[in-house]
């Protein structure tokens, strides 16, 4: 079995750890390493490595001091090239669609669309089984079999959406994140026996809804519906029992 624990899933920073007996994946390096340490029992030398969508400050902004501490830290090849024009540091592509070992975890990176290069993560380990991770997306064009997981973005809902927000913020809401509309039809799409827990991440604190959006998810699936917040811990298990 794996745990997930969620270091924080917000715009003031996103970080989530997957944590198997014998080491730890990393997804997000936008909470402070401090922060890292706390969540994952201070068992820094387990982390394998780092998953990184894209270089947005709240997904990216402790990239520096993660490496400065032995940590390695992977993203989709554009993802890297803008982290290293950005930071000057580098790190380590991960070729869309293609499967890379890091530790025991098999990582396979899918582009998604924001206003920046951008990926989801297709994650597989033999304790967990397939987790899929997708965030500041408009909407995941993917399906994927057999899947155990999902963390997927439920950032909005346009009927909460603040009239009175200026043009350029509500544009980057719509374009650069997923609703909760969106992120139903890709539970939907992707629901089947295999699917254990749907975990909804990266809500919006003005234009989001946690307990209507995880009722709005429950009712079309059977299985366990959480939203992210700090602290929140699951069991990851590839079977039901």
Request: hydrophobic share 40%.
């Amino acid at each position: 079995m794996v745990k997930l624990r969620v270091i924080g899933s917000s715009s003031s920073g996103n970080g989530y750890a997957l944590i198997a007996d014998d080491e730890i994946l990393l997804i997000e390096a936008g909470c402070k390493l401090i922060e890292v340490k706390k969540a994952i029992d201070w068992q820094i030398s387990k982390v394998a490595g780092c998953l990184v969508s894209h270089r947005h400050g709240d997904h990216a902004a402790y990239i520096k001091e993660y490496m400065k501490n032995g940590i390695s830290v992977y993203g989709g090849e554009d993802t890297v090239a803008d982290i290293e024009e950005c930071g000057g540091e580098r790190i380590k592509p991960l070729p869309l669609k293609q499967k890379t070992w890091i530790g025991r975890f098999a990582v396979q990176p899918f582009s998604v669309i924001h206003d920046c290069p951008c990926c989801g993560f297709l994650v597989t380990h033999q304790d967990m089984g397939r987790l899929v991770f997708a965030t500041d997306t408009e909407y995941v064009k993917y399906r994927f079999n057999e899947l155990n997981h999902i963390l997927i973005e439920a950032n909005y809902s346009k009927s909460y959406l603040d009239e009175e927000e200026n043009r350029e913020k509500r544009r980057h809401v719509l374009q650069g994140h997923m609703s909760i509309e969106a992120a139903e039809d890709f539970v939907k799409a992707n629901n089947s026996y295999d699917l254990r827990n749907v975990i909804l991440i990266h809500l919006s604190d003005r234009n989001g809804d946690p307990v209507g959006f995880q009722k709005k998810i429950a009712d079309v699936v059977d299985c366990e519906v959480l939203v992210a917040e700090p602290g929140l811990e699951v069991e990851l298990k590839a079977e039901p029992f």
